[in-house]
């Protein structure tokens, strides 16, 4: 019998590939933010939008018409890449 205890791994947040948190890097620097892909088809344009401060949600608008956009995080997250705003 083993007597070692079950270590139980609580995964919480989002399922990030490849991301993780930038440890002990102060925030605000360009280059490092996480970003996905909207396709806005008001426009018919695709374009990057960024997480906000918070990282409670990816917020972006439309290059041409200025419409937000806005994709919250929720707890569960999503493994998606791809959006559109229809
Ligand atoms: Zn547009």
């Known amino acids: ?9 609580e995964i919480s947040g989002l399922p990030e590939s ?6 002990g890097q102060p925030s605000g620097q360009a280059g490092g933010r996480p970003w996905i892909g909207m396709h806005f ?6 374009t990057r939008i960024y997480r906000n401060r918070d ?10 018409c200025h419409r937000v956009a806005r994709v ?8 998606h890449r791809m959006f559109r705003a229809e």
């Open 18 to 23: 490849g991301g993780g948190a930038n440890e």
């Open 55 to 64: 990282g409670t949600a990816y917020e972006g608008h439309c290059p041409r």
């Open 1 to 9: 019998m083993s007597d070692e205890p079950s270590y139980i791994l």
């Open 72 to 79: 919250k995080i929720g707890a569960g997250g999503t493994s």
């Open 41 to 46: 088809e008001c426009c018919g344009v695709y």
